[in-house]
């Protein structure tokens, strides 16, 4: 890498032009991109878990429909970013390869069982609306495979997050028992929600870089208050308290401010000592597995497609 080239490239940056596979690019700007996209990418497919655990129990044949269709574009955002991530040089063999034998992480959040079916209303709801605001700024993301590919995925989950917190609503002005199940997934996930934007700003080892590369555009705290700030309104809309007694609206600044972060339980999740981690690692191995043959099976196509070609 020489001088002039990295001075170009810092250029190009800061007037917000579109770095593409094939422009020079530094080697740790192509490190840090293909480990965030492949562990977005493995997020995704690891986070059809705890939904798909409820497809079979929906209490209705809508509810089935849509959380369905949820759990099949969860499956396409993986797909797009695995590709996004091979723009970069890395093979999704390899990528994926580093995902079943724990070497890559994927969010914290995807770890945490689905108890009730309140959970899917949580999830939408809560885990996908922390994804959006997490996401919306990555569309404007300096890499331009990556940036594409996130605009059809935020507006999927959208989708995704109007379906949970219709869930939950539902569930809200439900029996006293649907309320209570309403309230007790709120009480469950709001923290670990919190916990997915990352450590906080001064313990966030990729943030100075990745904000200057404008792969980051907001700093984990910044868009975690965010999420506190359009959330709150939305809880007692539908008339569930936030499990955080700290909560209180600071007028002079208009922001919802929030107790401490339990970051010792983060720790330990993402250490792979989660509530669910060995679970969802050891079915995402199986499907794997289950799947050889197909892969296999497209492989042989190709190779027989690719010689009838040069016949
Ligand atoms: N779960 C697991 N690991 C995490 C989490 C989390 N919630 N937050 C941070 N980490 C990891 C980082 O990957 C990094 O580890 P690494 O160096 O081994 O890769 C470490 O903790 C330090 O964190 P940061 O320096 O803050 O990392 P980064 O700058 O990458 O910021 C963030 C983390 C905000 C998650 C960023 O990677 C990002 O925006 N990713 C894209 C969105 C995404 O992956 N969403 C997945 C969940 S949403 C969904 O799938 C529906």
């Known amino acids: 890498e020489d001088a002039a080239q990295l001075a170009r490239f810092e250029a190009r940056v800061a007037d917000e032009e579109r770095i593409e596979p094939n422009d020079f690019m530094p080697a740790a700007y192509r490190r840090t991109l293909t480990r965030q996209i492949s562990q977005h990418a493995h997020s995704e497919i690891i986070g059809m878990q705890p939904e798909g655990n409820w497809i079979t129990r929906a209490p209705s044949l809508r509810r089935k429909a849509a959380l369905l269709a949820k759990v099949q574009d969860e499956c396409g955002h993986g797909l797009y970013l695995y590709a996004a991530a091979e723009t970069?040089?890395?093979?999704?063999?390899?990528?994926?390869?580093q995902l079943l034998s724990g070497k890559a992480k994927y969010s914290s959040i995807f770890n945490y069982p689905t108890l009730t079916w309140a959970d899917m209303g949580a999830i939408g709801w809560l885990v996908d609306g922390a994804a959006i605001m997490n996401q919306i700024p990555l569309c404007r993301c300096s890499y331009g495979p990556y940036a594409r590919a996130m605009i059809r995925v935020c507006k999927e989950e959208s989708f995704h997050q109007r379906q949970g917190y219709e869930i939950m609503l539902t569930l809200a002005r439900g029996t006293a028992e649907q309320k209570e199940m309403a309230q007790d997934a709120l009480n469950r996930w709001w923290w670990p929600s919190l916990m997915m934007f990352g450590p906080p700003d001064a313990a966030s080892s990729h943030s100075d870089s990745s904000m200057r590369w404008k792969i980051k555009r907001f700093s984990n705290d910044e868009l975690r208050q965010k999420f506190v700030d359009a959330t709150v309104p939305q809880a007692h809309f539908i008339g569930l308290t936030l499990p955080d007694p700290d909560l209180t609206f600071d007028e002079?600044?208009?922001?919802?401010?929030?107790?401490?972060?339990?970051?010792?339980?983060?720790?330990?999740?993402?250490?792979?000592?989660?509530?669910?981690?060995?679970?969802?690692?050891?079915?995402?191995?199986?499907?794997?597995?289950?799947?050889?043959?197909?892969?296999?099976?497209?492989?042989?196509?190709?190779?027989?497609?690719?010689a009838a070609k040069t016949a």
């Open 88 to 97: 970069l040089g890395t093979s999704r063999e390899e990528l994926v390869e």
């Open 252 to 306: 002079a600044a208009g922001h919802w401010r929030y107790g401490t972060i339990d970051w010792e339980e983060f720790k330990q999740v993402i250490a792979g000592n989660g509530p669910c981690n060995r679970d969802r690692m050891a079915t995402r191995r199986k499907a794997h597995e289950d799947g050889a043959w197909v892969r296999e099976a497209a492989r042989a196509f190709a190779e027989k497609r690719a």
